[in-house]
């Protein structure tokens, strides 16, 4: 018997498989490719000394700073004659002093439509104050992770909304930073939902979101404030699907000239998604205008422009281990036997009613479904970044593990009755700064070095009785791809999991 458990084992570890996590051969980054300024001397002044003059004179007359501890502002992007003060508001109410290690500034697609979001990834941003350096490993190391980025040169090359943001960060920050310049060519609410799970990880702290959107383009000046005033006040609710039926009603009301009550709002309802629910945030409007009261003054047909601040301390989700309930763990073994059942019977993805689910099962998590047959590993698939609520994770885990794992063949109609289910739930990931803090059995491994990386269950130490040393080894070697001592100059980060089964549970599908 124990020699049976070593092989099912051992076998485990070559075949755990993370769809978010894609390793790749390149070892060190191309040439760089800086990208050029497409709209100086249009959207702004082409020349360093005029342009400086005028973002004084923008920040001269902004709102001066009342909100403390900003994780993200929505500022507008037309020309800064017109949209400049707005813009100079949100950034007034940052710490000029403080050092950012990103500034992740998302824009919506002006001039290129395409699934997901594109990353810039092959250089840095040029403008008149200097160059601005891309964390181009982070921007990799997302579009490698995450199938809804990638990077897609058109997207950026004439586009206006995060090129325009960058002076005032250059202008107002007193220390360097680090851009990561995502646009959104996306039109779907799920897309953007993807993009948010992706990017949630690293909203606070020492990193900045720069939302880039203006409002309501060409109605007439009075209409556009009204339209502007409902729109604003669907962000603050926090809830992206007011914005949505927001935006609905705004069409629906036929006003003279209006393209768009917010030309952004895949940006901003991105944002919404990363912050929903989150009792940490604050959303503050500082300052709105619209064109009609540039120097200018052409009140017939305006575009509104808002500021509006995000504040607070983000919260982060405790171990799921302690979090999961015995009936949570039922729900999500009867999820995977229910869709065992349908999607080998008829090759269709079932639908789950969530109806009776606690908030948590609700929420994004990574998890791994492993079957086993008589004992014997028979599939396992999980997906280690959540992008999903945790219940439709398992399901398409449960879909993986039984058809997709290259390993096996699909499980047949014949041997359903004789799999026996298990689940890991997995907690967020934390990076430690010694292998003393890992504990065998309990932590979960994580190495990445560079674009490779690898991980193991806290069950395959238990199983296979490794050492510290040995568990550490097999995951940079057989996962990582790095070399047994791989891990000694790599990142690692460790996780726990709630695993239950159906065996332990007596959870089959009468239950």
Known sequence: MKKLRFWFWLILIFILVEPGCRSQDQKTLPPPVDRPMAVAGSFYPDDASGLRALLLEMFSKAKPASVKDVVAVICPHAGYEFSG?????????????????????????????F?????????????????????????NKLISENAVFTFNADADKAEHS????????????KKSFNLVPIVLG????QSCKKVAMALKPYLGGNNLFVISSDFSHYPAYNDAIALDKSTCDAILSGKPDQLLKTIKANSDKEVSNLATSICGWTSVLTLMYMTESDPGIKMTPIYYQNSGDSKYKDKSQVVGYWSIVLSGKTTQPASTDFQLTPKDKKDLLKIARNTIEQYIHNGKTPDVDATGFSELLKTPGGAFVTLTEDGVLRGCVGQFYAQEPLYLVVRDMAIASSTQDNRFPPVKSDEIDKIEIEISVLSPLKLIKSIDEIVLGKHGIYIRKGYQSGTFLPQVATGT????????????????GIGWNGWKDAEIYTYEAAVFSEKELNGRKDQ
């Not at 995060?162 to 920050?173: A, D, G, S």
């Open 85 to 113: 003060i707005v813009a100079a508001s949100s950034y007034r109410q940052l710490d000029p002093d403080k050092q950012y290690d990103n500034i992740f500034i998302i824009g919506s697609s002006h001039h290129a439509s």
């Open 115 to 139: 699934m997901g979001a594109s990353i810039y990834n092959i250089g840095d941003y040029q403008t008149p104050l200097g160059k601005v350096k891309v964390n181009r490993e982070l921007a």
């Open 162 to 173: 995060i090129e325009v943001q960058v002076p005032f960060l250059q202008y107002y920050l």
């Open 186 to 189: 996306t039109q779907s609410a």
């Open 465 to 480: 009785g490794w050492s510290k040393e040995e568990f550490l080894g097999h995951c940079a070697r057989d996962k990582a």
